[in-house]
C-alpha cells in the first residue's frame, strides 16, 4: 500500500535559518514522483518543487531543495533562509507509475518567527 | 492563464439540499480530481477520472457523485449533503502523459453543512 507520513504537525524557526520538513513514503512501485506543495493561510495549494524516483541529483527550486534518500525512502524539503511569508502548511505527496492517484502526507504547519 | 477553476470558494448550505461544486481545467488534461481536505488527515481522494466518461471512486466515495461529460468539466456533486461533508474541497488536475507533471488545484471551496 501506498502511504505518506510526515511526522511533525507543527513546528517553528526563525527569520534567515534553514529548516526541514520530513517526508517519508511507503511504495512498491520502482517509478514513482515526489513533490512538495505550500498550502498558505489563503487556502490555495502551491507547487514547491519534483523529485522523480530515477533522479541522481536532489531536486532545487530556489530556496528550495529536496533531501532525497531513496533507500531510506525518504524525501524531505528543506527551506533555505526561511521568510515570514514561508508561514503556511506544507504537503508532501507522492504519485506512483500508475498516475490514477497522488497520495498526500497530513502535512507540516510551519511557522517562521521574526 | 493556465488554471483549475473552481466554484463557488466558499458555500454554506442545510443538511439535504443537493448542491454541485463545479471545476473546469484550461489546459486539456486528461486527468481530473477532487479531494477533500480536514485537519490532521491531509487531502483525501473524493472521485477521479481519467478520461471523458472514465470516473472511478477515490478514498472517501461516499454521499458524492462526479461526471465527466467534457474534458474540461468535472463537477462534484452532494445529492443529500450531511453534516460530516463539511470541508475543504479541491478540484486538481493533471496531464497523464508524464511522470513528473504534479497536480494544477484550484483555489478551494470551503463547504460548511449545516
Known amino acids: 500500500a501506498q502511504k505518506i507520513t510526515q511526522t511533525q504537525p507543527g513546528m517553528f524557526v526563525q527569520e534567515k535559518e534553514a529548516v526541514t520538513l520530513d517526508c517519508t513514503y511507503d511504495t512498491s512501485d520502482q517509478s514513482y514522483g515526489l513533490f512538495w506543495y505550500k498550502q498558505p493561510s489563503s487556502g490555495e495549494m502551491i507547487f514547491l518543487i519534483y523529485?522523480?524516483?530515477?533522479?541522481?541529483q536532489n531536486a532545487t527550486e530556489g530556496r528550495y531543495s529536496l533531501n532525497f534518500q531513496k533507500a531510506r525512502k525518504s524525501a524531505n524539503l528543506v527551506i533555505s533562509a526561511s521568510q515570514l511569508g514561508d508561514s503556511a502548511m506544507y504537503f508532501c505527496a507522492m504519485r506512483p507509475y500508475n498516475f490514477n492517484k497522488f497520495y498526500f502526507g497530513s502535512g507540516t504547519k510551519l511557522n517562521v518567527k521574526p | 492563464e493556465a488554471q483549475v477553476t473552481q466554484n463557488p470558494r466558499y458555500l454554506i448550505t442545510v443538511t439535504g439540499k443537493k448542491l454541485t461544486v463545479t471545476c473546469s481545467q484550461n489546459?486539456?488534461?486528461?486527468?481530473m480530481s477532487w479531494y477533500r481536505q480536514d485537519p490532521g488527515l491531509g487531502l483525501r481522494q473524493i472521485y477521479y477520472s481519467m478520461n471523458v466518461e472514465v470516473t472511478d471512486k477515490g478514498d472517501v466515495p461516499e454521499g458524492y457523485k462526479v461526471s465527466r461529460k467534457e474534458k474540461r468539466n468535472f463537477p462534484l456533486i452532494l445529492e443529500s449533503p450531511s453534516p460530516n461533508q463539511t470541508s475543504l474541497y479541491f478540484c486538481?488536475?493533471?496531464?497523464?502523459?508524464?511522470?513528473?507533471?504534479?497536480?494544477?488545484f484550484g483555489s478551494g471551496t470551503r463547504l460548511t453543512v449545516v
Open positions: 523529485q522523480g524516483s530515477y533522479d541522481e
Open positions: 489546459m486539456n488534461h486528461e486527468y
Open positions: 486538481a488536475s493533471s496531464t497523464a502523459g508524464s511522470l513528473d507533471y504534479g497536480y494544477t
